[in-house]
């Protein structure tokens, strides 16, 4: 007794078109997760961050932060950081008086570009579409902001991952770096 062929074309055909209809809902569900992870679940940085030791890096004299904002780049291994003065403390940063410094791997946490400090508050509030009044780490390639105040938290674009810090020290009158925040 064999099967009706034309029974099991129209059984066939039946079942075929719910695969785009699943692939159509999977995909919309997928951009939904992504939405939200990206605009609501941003990671915050830790309270006590956790550093890896490094070869000691020399970053600059202390002079060279003058005033708030005042930023210097240098390498840590084959790392770009940034280290600069903010206006506040921050965890994991150093305090020499009312000096505060910080410093941050300069590599985006979304797709690995080079990051730069960008003092241009207007630009960062109509180029990267982030409002604020303040200095931000700004990302050239998918537009992510990282708040330096707020201990390199990604505030705004696809990044969702903090900036790592890296650790310094004071070695006399000048900052060195000592080791990089581990995950």
């Known amino acids: ?71 210097a780049e240098f390498t840590l291994g084959t790392m770009p950081a940034l280290a600069l003065r903010l206006p506040g403390p921050i965890p994991g940063g150093l305090d020499v008086g009312d000096v505060h410094l910080a410093a941050f791997s300069r590599v985006c ?3 690995q570009c080079i990051t730069s ?21 700004t990302c050239p390639c998918h537009l992510s902001v990282f708040d330096p105040k707020q201990a390199g938290m990604a505030v705004s674009g696809p990044a969702v991952e903090p900036l790592p810090r890296v650790r310094i020290e004071l070695d006399g009158d000048a900052v060195i770096a000592t080791g990089i925040e581990s995950s």
């Not at 695969?19 to 309270?47: C, D, Q, S």
């Not at 400090?117 to 780490?137: C, R």
């Open 1 to 71: 007794m064999s099967e009706d062929p034309e029974l099991s074309r129209r059984q066939v055909v039946k079942w075929l078109w719910r695969v785009p209809v699943i692939a159509v809902l999977g995909g919309a569900g997928y951009g939904l997760y992504e939405a939200i992870n990206v605009h609501f679940l941003k990671r915050r940085p830790t309270a006590r961050p956790r550093f890896t030791p490094v070869t000691s890096v020399a970053v600059a004299p202390v002079a060279r932060f003058a005033a708030a904002w005042d930023a």
């Open 117 to 137: 400090l960008n003092t241009d508050v207007a630009a960062i509030n109509f180029g990267f579409n982030y409002n604020t009044e303040s200095p931000a780490i």
């Open 109 to 111: 946490t979304h797709q």
